[in-house]
């Protein structure tokens, strides 16, 4: 495996970092900000739709540049909204500081996983990327609770700052680590970057991912009230269950990562069939500890960590370019927007448990879209775990099969 994805997981993990600090700092943001807590949840919104409806537009206007490049321009971006979210001495500038952060963030993901199918070969791209996204996963399991820590410790700016060092570390490791490579893959122009929209196929790869995320992030939500109110479990446990959680996923990660490449579609749907099966588990099962807690470390692994294989789908089905990358990102993102929000609501309207029963039900509709292409590749002499041919991808290279 090259270097480099492991440089770029470490720029990852500097994004993911900021992306969930203000969930660990509310209260002490929200004294420092003169602001309510439903306020500081906002900037939580905030960033996750700068980071859907901005991040491909950034992209766009860096296509001209070489991949290399483009990062680090993505780095001072991110780098300079984290300044002023360190600085900020009221909310509205908060606000502007997250929006910055989240659209470099985004698009800094469509950029650094095109990169990554660049630098490796087609056969390996999946665990490429499960290398890549492990900066995901580790910003989940330590990102959050370092930051946490330290604002707790510090004060809630000695958090950003230590982003901003992190990110700082990030970029000229990538500047010295990463390769420079004068074009992205399948990103001849501007034409055929969008060109490639007009795909169906591509269309409801993209929705795959977002019901996958959505299914994830309808239950990942609210495990905190989930755990203590439902199961009975201390505030002081929670911490220690999510981060087992988060361990959980770095090795559905690995997993998927090992088996993206051939199997995609295979692992795709019996990803879906899982999930289904952990949260309609967890739904029924919610007031028991020991179910509860196995059913929640299903959905670690085999939830977000669907990422690598859903990333294989997408650029075999549209490209490896940077845009469709940033777009399929932005498609995730969706999914946590829409998992927590429309979470929100039923909870609001029949407890907590109707979450759990939510993400099964979307979990569900995602493998029923997985359905068409898992028909295609079956075959009576092969079976579904058989591997079919090597195809070409529509940028020319020799794809490893589904």
């Excluded at 004060?155 to 992190?166: N, S």
Aim: hydrophobic residues 55%.
């Amino acid at each position: 495996m090259p270097r480099a994805v492991y440089v770029l997981a470490l720029g990852i993990f500097a994004m993911v970092t900021s992306e969930f600090v203000v969930a660990g700092l509310m209260p002490q943001m929200a004294d420092g900000l003169n602001a309510t807590i439903p306020q500081i949840g906002y900037l939580i919104t905030a960033f996750a739709v700068a980071m859907a409806v901005g991040g491909p537009f950034l992209t766009m206007a860096l296509m001209k540049l070489p991949p290399r490049t483009a990062l680090m321009v993505l780095f001072v971006i991110f780098l300079a909204g984290n300044v002023l979210a360190a600085t900020a001495t009221g909310y509205s500038t908060m606000m502007a500081a997250r929006i910055i952060t989240g659209i470099a963030s985004q698009a800094f993901f469509g950029v650094g996983i095109s990169m990554c199918a660049q630098i490796t070969r087609p056969e390996v791209r999946g665990r490429a990327i499960a290398v890549a996204m492990n900066g995901l996963m580790l910003g989940t399991l330590l990102g959050l609770p370092i930051s946490t820590l330290v604002g707790e410790r510090f004060g809630w700016r000695a958090a950003f700052w230590t982003i901003t060092a992190i990110t700082v570390i990030a970029a000229v490791t990538t500047l010295f680590g990463v390769p420079r490579i004068e074009r992205a893959e399948g990103g001849g122009g501007f034409r055929q970057e969008v060109g490639v929209f007009k795909k169906p196929k591509l269309w409801l790869a993209l929705s795959t991912s977002t019901l996958i995320i959505g299914a994830t992030f309808s239950a990942f939500s609210y495990f905190n009230p989930i755990l203590t109110d439902l199961t009975g479990f201390s505030t002081d446990t929670v911490p220690v269950l999510l981060i087992a959680y988060g361990a959980a996923t770095v090795v559905g990660n690995n997993i998927v990562g090992r088996f993206a490449d051939r199997h995609t579609i295979p692992v795709l749907a019996v990803g879906l069939i899982l999930n289904t099966v952990f949260l309609t588990g967890f739904a029924l099962f919610a007031d028991l500890p020991a179910p509860a807690v196995v059913c929640m470390m299903g959905v670690g692994l085999v939830g977000v960590t669907m990422n690598p294989a859903m990333a294989t789908r997408v650029q075999r089905t549209g490209n490896a370019g940077p845009l469709v990358n940033t777009v399929h990102s932005s498609f995730i993102t969706l999914g946590i927007i829409l998992g927590s929000s429309i979470g929100a609501v039923v909870i609001d309207t029949w407890g907590l448990r109707a979450s759990l029963w939510l993400g099964a039900i979307t979990a569900l509709v995602g493998l029923a879209t997985v359905l068409p292409d898992l028909a295609r590749r079956s075959t009576p002499t092969t079976g579904l775990a058989s591997p079919c041919p090597a195809e070409q991808t529509e940028s020319g290279a020799l794809a490893s099969p589904f």
